[in-house]
């Protein structure tokens, strides 16, 4: 499995309606991760292979999104995204959680281990 990129349709599809709704309720039916990122953007090279990796990993255990931030300004605006790479980290039930910085892969999967899949 690899990363899925993500379109604000898909978003309000898929994850959350912040057209329709006013508190979080994920649609999902696992954990997700969505990378907020530009093409243009050094750090978030970095981050896209580690993904690819986690994508196939925990494969059918946590999706993994990407918004290209230049694509998706709504979205972006949505989520107050100041800096990218921003990685919003979604548990099946619960509020989300965003973290600013590119992230390595040790610490990708200690959130995943221990905030995503504990809760599961």
């Known amino acids: 499995m690899a990363t899925i990129q993500l379109s604000a349709a898909q978003f309000k599809s898929d994850i959350f309606d912040y057209t329709t709704e006013t508190e979080w309720k994920y649609k999902g039916d696992r954990p997700a991760i969505i990378d907020f990122y530009a093409d243009w953007c050094g750090p978030c090279k970095m ?3 580690v993904l690819e990796e986690l994508s196939n990993e925990y494969a059918g255990k946590v999706d ?3 918004v290209d931030t230049e ?3 709504e979205l972006s605006a949505v989520f ?3 800096s990218i790479p921003s990685i919003l980290f979604i548990p099946s039930e619960g509020t989300p959680m965003m973290q600013a910085g590119a992230l ?3 610490i990708f999967k200690e959130v ?3 905030e ?3 809760a599961e």
């Open 104 to 106: 390595t892969k040790a």
């Open 116 to 118: 995503l899949l504990a």
């Open 47 to 49: 981050v896209a292979p």
């Open 71 to 73: 694509v998706e300004e």
């Open 112 to 114: 995943i281990d221990k």
């Open 64 to 66: 993994i999104y990407k």
């Open 80 to 82: 107050g995204i100041r």
